[in-house]
């Protein structure tokens, strides 16, 4: 049997960064940038106020106290967007709103609170009531960037800060890596659609929604197929159609790849360049991996769906960040070490991907209360971890401390 580390890491493989696409600040939300954002201009591009109040020259102020009150004449008015030319003049100051540019003469800013003055009000003069050191309270140019600075590094997952970093120094576009678009295929002769009412023997197909959703969770668009028979032919076909589809980046499919009598996803890829594997993990076991003819990466996950849910957390996830261009060290779950408070058990010789809830930050419990079944599917409304029960331990005890990833937070 293949270790759980083997099998994710032959997923992974069949990933890699899709092409680079030029998006509009718009579109960039949720994608990762394929170059360097890079400041052309320095960032504030001039020197400015960082208070409302005067542009005054230090050295006119510096006696300034509420006692000995220094007096100034106003030249001229600084709102932000409309600079003022004047230059301020020994014994002169210039009344300037934050953002405007610093005017010339001018070294430093008294905020109005420490005037007499009285915004809006404009009056000739102001009585500066505290000295200011040179610089005080002037942005630099150049301060947050330089011409040439990296401001949103290549790799970067683009989020509100860094949409507003970009806009920031005046780019509308950016180079991100296209979003996967993931068909996802329920197999299944039982299936019928949610909605629609079963008859004995059938059951509503839960495993396509919940992976249309995963896609989108983990960042790519979805396309839904589906429940498909459990008819060879007509799958092969379905996934011809997927794999000639040039906007179709990889296809994960449910169900038919275990032992039984009508595996449709086995039978139909048998001898193709999908191999069907044991893996010693819990639930998950039976997988197929590989690519169909044309090239386009396949996961056949297990229909059970604790499994489906499990297998695509360890398996596709990681492989569709990875198209999407975040790094390889970034691409799993993050990792919290928690004390369980029950226990049960587990598959000698497999490793354990058991769905958790946590009870408290270092506390977790399992959401399937009833068991550990892959069958469980409504207890999967409860999970907020995977804890990580290595192949070698048969038995979790309450107080057992596990690797637990957060697939909530
Ligand atoms: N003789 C053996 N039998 C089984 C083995 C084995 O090694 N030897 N492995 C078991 C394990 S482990 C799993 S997991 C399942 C995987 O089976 P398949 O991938 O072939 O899946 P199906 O048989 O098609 O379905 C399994 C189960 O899941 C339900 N299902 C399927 N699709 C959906 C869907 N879209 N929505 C909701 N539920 C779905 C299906 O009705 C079955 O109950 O095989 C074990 N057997
Ligand atoms: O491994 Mo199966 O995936 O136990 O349910």
């Not at 295929?185 to 059938?202: C, N, S, W």
């Amino acid at each position: 049997m293949r270790t759980l580390t083997e099998h994710q890491d032959a997923a992974l493989a069949l990933a890699a960064p899709l092409p680079p696409v030029e998006v509009g600040l718009a579109d960039a939300l949720g994608l990762v940038a394929a170059q360097d954002v890079v400041a052309d201009a320095p960032l504030p591009r001039w020197d400015n106020s960082a208070m409302d109040g005067f542009a005054v020259r230090a050295a006119d102020v510096e006696p300034a106290s509420p006692d000995t009150p220094v007096t100034l004449r106003v030249l001229d008015d600084a709102p932000a967007g409309a600079p003022s030319s004047a230059t301020v003049e020994p014994g002169t100051a210039i009344r300037i709103m934050t953002g405007a540019p610093l005017p010339a003469g001018a070294d430093a800013v008294v905020p109005v609170e420490q005037t007499d003055a009285v915004f809006p009000q404009v009056t000739p003069t102001v009585r500066i009531r505290a000295g200011v050191p040179r610089a005080m309270h002037v942005r630099r140019a150049g301060e947050d960037a330089r011409p040439g600075d990296v401001v949103v590094a290549r790799g970067t997952l683009i989020g509100a800060p860094q949409v507003g970093a970009v806009a920031s120094v005046g780019r509308d576009r950016l180079s991100v890596h296209r979003r996967p678009r993931v068909a996802v295929v329920a197999t299944g002769d039982e299936l019928v659609a949610p909605g629609e009412p079963p008859a004995h023997g059938q059951l509503p197909d839960s495993n396509s929604w919940l992976l249309a959703a995963a896609v989108r969770e983990a960042g790519a668009d979805p396309v839904r197929l589906g429940p498909l028979p459990d008819d060879p032919d007509a799958l092969l076909g379905a996934l011809a159609r997927l794999d000639d589809d040039p906007t179709i980046d990889a296809v994960v499919t449910s169900g038919g790849v275990s032992a039984g009598a009508f595996d449709v996803v086995k039978a139909a890829l048998a001898g193709t360049g999908v191999e069907f594997v044991a893996v010693a993990v819990q639930p998950g076991k039976p997988q197929g991996l590989g690519r169909l003819p044309a090239g386009t990466p396949l996961f056949a996950l297990p229909g059970n769906p604790v499994s489906v849910y499990t297998s695509f957390e360890v398996f596709v996830r990681p492989a569709l960040l990875r198209m999407r261009g975040v790094d390889v060290a970034d691409v799993r779950r993050t990792e919290v070490v928690a004390t369980t408070d029950d226990g049960w058990r587990s598959p000698a010789g497999r490793a354990q991907l058991m769905p958790v809830r946590f009870v408290a930050p270092d506390r977790v419990r399992r959401a399937t209360d009833g068991g550990s079944g892959s069958h469980l599917a409504t207890r999967l409304a409860l999970v907020e971890g995977l804890a990580v029960v290595p192949a070698d331990v048969d038995e979790v005890a309450a107080g057992d401390v596990l690797r637990v990833l957060r697939v909530r937070t």
